[in-house]
């Protein structure tokens, strides 16, 4: 799935495009506003499925992107050290699916991003781990073609994971994102559903224990 | 108590001393000279009369008469030649007494030629004595005795008269004192409320006041005081209104290294990196640290600058400055192949020199970085400005204004990538400030940039 990451600075722009890519997408880094708009103008990119705008961008700032990326119906959202909230409402208004605002943390990106292909309905049907696949339209998974039964919550573990490959989550993020906030649980939950997915797809060596972290899907294909 | 009374009291104090004093003297002047001048009449009016009885007494006659007879002849001569009160003494004894007083001592010789004032009771007697000149062997004595009360009570209702014309000007001297210290004073009214206003926050209200003397002299004294301080008021509120913006912009640039760094840092801890991105990631933290260091260093040296202690202003051989200055960049110049012209025609120039070579040196560094490879830079001093001529990539025109702000960069990728920090500019400006001087930028998009440093003539440190 290809990404927009529309950011003047080099090394951030790296950095959004080193994660997306662990992550499974297929980053497209542009330095500035008018070449950026060029491309998407002449339909170089149509077939994107979100752009990462930054707001200040020499040429062309993210503001004025917006029109373009409209036009080409990416959807976006904007990536800015301007935490103000005239900004932010200017932000959102002007028609962006998200405000996010440096520094940023990984994670809550790429949450974010998922959320927003989700809402405009180009999120992924199918995820495939090595020989697992998930289908998100049907609720099913499959390991080398044959079904396997998995427990909602152990289903929404697998999901959640896959989505954020190669990211770590704690045991508290998975639980608040899964069991809720409300949940009066034991992260030793989490412990027994890992557990789980991990005998059902023989994920041992796929689904990391990170110490001091939590767990973290490891799939670099 | 109030300015305005004490000096009036003190007016009224002295003028009533004053007064006081000089018609007292004048009342006993008048009252002196008044007593002497009826003493005086009433001496001559004895001597005369002395005289005349003297002339009158017939003393051939006299011989002649009775004890009886004489007293009446006695009393016959004085009733006739001296009709006042007198009293004749003979040898010693009163022989006519035609006063209702009696002579205590009728041998006392003093009344021969003396005058004397007795108070008896609440009266004034003058006593005058004379010899009557006599052609016998009998010696008279006419002594007069006189009422003079009335004398003493002339001089006591003149005292009173001008005790009282005394008080009357003195009032109306007092309150005229009053109304002049008080219009005189006036002014200081206006200078407090002047005061209270200004200390309540007006700081532009200024003292309306026009008289001429001390008082006038203190409203424009402080006048003057209140325009200092409201000019100082305003270039601190400025002071700070700059720095805030400084401050905004700094936690603003330093959002981008943070951002890098917080995001290669998240990156390492909970992503699965290849290895030749972890190293990336870790070098891109290292830089980026680099960047945050550098920008404190600079950001010392600007606000380092606002304090003007540590700056030391000598005179520089300008051309000896432009050598070093070459000398400094000459490695810079050779890492792109450029060459720096340089053209020296001013002689010597009070300047801090090291601030001064940091300024060229961060001028001919922007030049550098924003010329093509194996191009040249212009540095020339001549008459009233040094100027440093690049023929690189320019300025956008509507970036012009806005390059010399703190953390302004026009193009950030590239100017990153060269290291900048967008904080060169705003230092060049301040030190030009503070040598007295301004940055004047010429640029033309693709024609290259001129930045004249223009010394204004007045500038005297």
Not at chain 2, 24 to 43: L, P
Not at chain 2, 49 to 55: E, F, L, T
Not at chain 2, 135 to 143: C, Q, R, S, V
Not at chain 2, 283 to 289: N, T
Request: net charge negative; charged share 25%.
């Amino acid at each position: 799935m290809k990404i927009l990451v529309i950011e003047d600075d080099t090394v951030i722009s790296e950095l959004i495009c080193m994660n997306l890519e662990a992550a499974g997408y297929e980053p497209l880094p542009l330095f500035d506003g008018v070449s950026a708009a060029q491309g998407i103008t002449e339909g170089t990119f149509d077939d994107a499925a979100l752009a990462l705008v930054d707001v200040m961008l020499p040429g062309k700032d993210g503001f004025a992107l917006m029109e373009d990326l409209q036009a080409a119906q990416i959807p976006v959202i904007y990536l800015t050290a301007r935490d103000d909230v005239l900004s932010k409402v200017h932000g959102l208004k002007s028609g962006a699916e998200d405000y996010i605002v440096k520094p940023f943390e990984i994670l809550e990106l790429l949450v974010r991003m998922e959320k927003v292909l989700k809402r405009t309905g180009r999120g992924r049907e199918r995820i495939c781990v090595r020989d697992v696949v998930i289908d998100l339209k049907e609720h099913s998974v499959t390991k080398a073609g044959v079904r396997v039964n998995l427990k909602p919550m152990e289903y929404e573990l697998l999901v959640t994971l896959a989505q954020g490959r190669n990211v770590a989550f704690s045991r508290e993020e998975l639980l608040n994102r899964l069991w809720g906030t409300d949940y009066v649980g034991e992260t030793r939950t989490v412990d027994v559903h890992i557990g789980q997915l991990r005998k059902k797809l023989d994920f041992h060596d796929v689904i990391r224990t990170i110490s001091k972290t939590g767990y973290r899907l490891e799939d670099m294909g | 108590m109030k300015l305005r009374f004490k000096v009036s009291l003190i007016t009224a104090a002295a003028l009533f001393i004053g007064s006081a004093v000089s018609g007292a003297a004048v009342i006993y002047q008048s009252a002196y000279y008044n007593r002497a001048k009826t003493v005086e009449s009433y001496e001559q009016q004895t001597k005369a009369a002395a005289h005349i009885v003297g002339k009158e007494l017939e003393y051939e006659l006299m011989a002649h008469f009775t004890d009886a007879t004489l007293a009446s002849y006695y009393d016959y001569v004085l009733q006739k030649y001296a009709p006042s009160h007198y009293i004749l003494v003979e040898g010693g004894e009163v022989v006519c007494n035609r006063t209702s007083y009696e002579l205590a001592d009728p041998t006392d010789i003093r009344w021969s030629e003396r005058s004397v004032i007795q108070k008896s009771e609440d009266r004034y007697l003058l006593l005058v004595g004379r010899a009557v000149p006599v052609a016998g062997a009998k010696e008279y004595t006419l002594i007069l005795i006189q009422d003079i009360t009335a004398v003493y009570e002339d001089i006591y209702r003149q005292s009173l008269f001008c005790a009282g014309i005394c008080a009357g000007a003195e009032l109306l001297a007092a309150l005229l004192a009053f109304a002049a210290v008080r219009r005189s004073l006036s002014p200081l009214r206006e200078l407090q409320r002047a005061a209270q206003d200004i200390s309540g926050g007006r700081l532009e209200r200024r003292a309306d006041v026009r008289t001429r003397d001390e008082i006038g002299m203190l409203a424009v004294s402080f006048n003057e005081m209140a325009e200092r301080i409201e000019e100082q008021v305003e270039a601190l509120s400025q002071e700070s209104e700059r720095r805030r913006q400084m401050l905004g912009s700094l936690t603003h640039e330093l959002k981008t290294p943070m951002t890098s760094i917080m995001g290669y840092a998240d990156s390492l801890l909970h992503v699965n990196l290849r290895e030749e991105q972890k190293e990336r990631a870790l070098r891109h933290i290292h830089e980026e640290c680099g960047r945050i260091s550098r920008l404190g260093s600079k950001l010392m040296n600007l606000l380092g600058m606002y304090d003007n202690d540590s700056i030391c202003m000598e005179e520089v051989p300008v051309a000896e400055l432009l050598n070093s200055v070459a000398r400094a960049e000459e490695a810079h110049l050779q890492g792109k192949g450029m060459t720096l012209r340089c053209c020296c025609e001013m002689g010597t120039r009070r300047m801090d020199r090291d601030l001064f070579e940091s300024l060229l040196i961060n001028l001919i560094d922007n030049g550098i970085k924003a010329s093509p490879a194996g191009g040249v830079i212009a540095l020339t001093a001549a008459g009233e400005q040094i100027t440093v001529q690049d023929w690189g990539c320019g300025i956008p025109a509507q970036e012009i204004s806005k390059v010399t702000e703190a953390f302004y960069m026009v193009d950030k990728a590239r100017s990153r990538r060269e290291g900048g920090s967008g904080l060169g500019l705003a230092l060049s400006e301040k030190i030009a400030q503070l040598h007295g001087a301004e940055l004047k930028i010429e640029s033309m998009v693709g024609e290259g940039t001129t930045v004249r440093i223009v010394f204004y003539k007045t500038f005297t440190d």
